[in-house]
């Protein structure tokens, strides 16, 4: 069965840096796309980005300026920094699996950790 | 890249079919047959329902159905019951390989 968990501070100061990091286990991190979405509170869900293996990545055009994904293959993990947060980018973050298409492309998010809530405040 | 666009809010009685719409463009859902639902109780996260339209993963009811007409993909619930209460969300794969989802669909079992 597969699992993602995801861990990282809970509060982040304005104008830095949000880090996260996704554990995943009962599966190779090297078989699938692995991506981030967040939920403002109250709000919708918003897809942030997603990495393969190799490192490469697909961000939403939106956040893609503040935004970096890498793997760590050794450690079975992947991680999200978001840089010069403000108190918008308080939301409840998940990471999840991606199953693709025959064509490769993203298919839908069959497998997600139970989000970790991270607040922007000073 | 907008969202995909949902109702705010759809209810049905138990017993009774809901139909939830997401309406995209042609460089989203008009492009890709690659929509997906996604169920979401308070506090919980999402649970993929539907992919590729129509097809349901291992475990989900045959009570929930997918189906797209040009833009516009629909979820549709048969047979309501109590705990199909939850928000609902689409997702499709945009231009570049990228996602996006819809605003989401609050349903209410009366």
């Known amino acids: 069965q597969v699992q993602l968990q995801e861990s990282g501070p809970g509060l982040v100061k304005p104008s830095e840096t949000l880090s996260l990091t996704c554990s995943v286990s009962?599966?190779?991190?090297?078989?699938?796309?692995w991506s981030w979405i967040r939920q403002t509170p109250g709000k919708g869900l918003e897809w942030i980005g997603y990495?393969?293996?190799?490192?490469?990545?697909r961000y939403n055009p939106s956040l893609k300026s503040r935004v970096t994904m890498s793997v760590d293959t050794s450690k079975n993990q992947f991680s999200l920094k978001l840089r010069s947060v403000t108190a918008a980018d308080t939301a409840v973050y998940y990471c999840?699996?991606?199953?693709?298409?025959?064509?490769?492309?993203?298919?839908?998010?069959?497998?997600w950790g139970q989000g970790t809530l991270v607040t922007v405040s000073s | 890249q907008s969202a995909l666009t949902q109702p705010a809010s759809v209810s049905g009685s138990p017993g009774q079919s809901i139909t939830i719409s997401c309406t995209g463009t042609?460089?989203?859902?008009?492009?890709?047959?690659?929509v997906s639902w996604y169920q979401q109780h308070p506090g919980k996260a999402p649970k993929l329902m539907i992919y590729?339209?129509?097809k349901r993963p291992s475990g989900i009811s045959s009570r929930f159905s997918g189906s797209k007409s040009g833009n516009t993909a629909s979820l549709t619930i048969s047979g309501l019951q109590a705990e199909d209460e939850a928000d609902y969300y689409c997702?499709?794969?945009?231009?570049?390989?990228?996602?996006?989802f819809g605003g989401g669909t609050r349903l209410t079992v009366l």
């Open positions: 999840a699996r991606i199953e693709r298409d025959v064509y490769n492309y993203p298919r839908d998010l069959d497998y």
């Open positions: 997702c499709s794969c945009a231009g570049s390989s990228t996602l996006l």
């Open positions: 590729e339209v129509t």
């Open positions: 042609n460089s989203d859902i008009g492009n890709y047959n690659l």
């Open positions: 990495i393969y293996y190799s490192g490469s990545t």
């Open positions: 009962g599966d190779s991190i090297s078989t699938y796309y």
